[in-house]
């Protein structure tokens, strides 16, 4: 699973909505951890501490696999899984959301609670757009002057992403597909005989 495409949304977006007097704002972002997806949380129910109720929800890949979501005061079931169901249902992962409610007076019953919440989280993916994704990781490569231009001219071949630090050596640091690392690490080091230095 680790180096699968996955889907999650292309950046931050929030969507307001009223019903019957209470306002509903849809906040989601993505995220790569699980410590990042809580540090989202915190900062929107920090931004809207004034609101009645702020119910997180997120999805994140990690090693287990995380899905999380809370009814935040709100009756159980009526708020975070209509939340988390969204994002299941759109096969989100590495995702994070808050439903801000602010309360109108009329109290909507669970089941226009599940509606509300719901429409939040889609109201608010559909503002950001949905993007496939693949993993990534950094790959670090320190090459003397001699080998700088062979391994800068086999990056550029593998199309990835880099930049160059000229220092006493070389040091590139390549942002890679996880699925096409190990590829890489072999071409550095075929095309430098062995006197690549990669982490």
Excluded: C, W
């Excluded at 429409?119 to 949905?130: C, I």
């Amino acid at each position: 699973m680790a180096d699968d495409a996955y889907r999650t949304v292309d950046g931050r977006a929030t969507a307001a909505f009223e019903v019957r007097g209470s306002e509903f704002l849809g906040h989601v972002a993505p995220v790569e951890r699980v410590d990042a997806a809580e540090a989202f949380v915190d900062e929107v129910r920090a931004e809207y501490d004034d609101a009645t109720h702020n119910v997180p929800a997120y999805r994140v890949r990690a090693d287990p696999f995380r899905e999380y979501s809370s009814d935040d005061g709100e009756p159980s079931g009526s708020a975070g899984k209509p939340a988390l169901n969204v994002l299941q249902g759109e096969d989100l992962e590495n995702v994070a959301v808050v439903v801000t409610r602010y309360y109108g007076g009329t109290n909507l019953g669970v089941g226009g609670l599940v509606s509300a919440y719901g429409r939040a989280v889609k109201d608010a993916v559909e503002a950001a757009g949905v993007v496939e994704r693949r993993p990534h990781e950094t790959v670090v490569i320190t090459v003397d002057y001699d080998d700088s231009g062979t391994v800068r001219s086999t990056l550029e071949s593998a199309g990835v992403a880099f930049d160059a630090a000229y220092e006493a050596d070389v040091r590139f640091e390549a942002t890679v597909p996880v699925a096409d690392a190990a590829d890489l690490r072999d071409r550095i080091r075929s095309a430098t005989s062995g006197r690549a230095r990669i982490e």
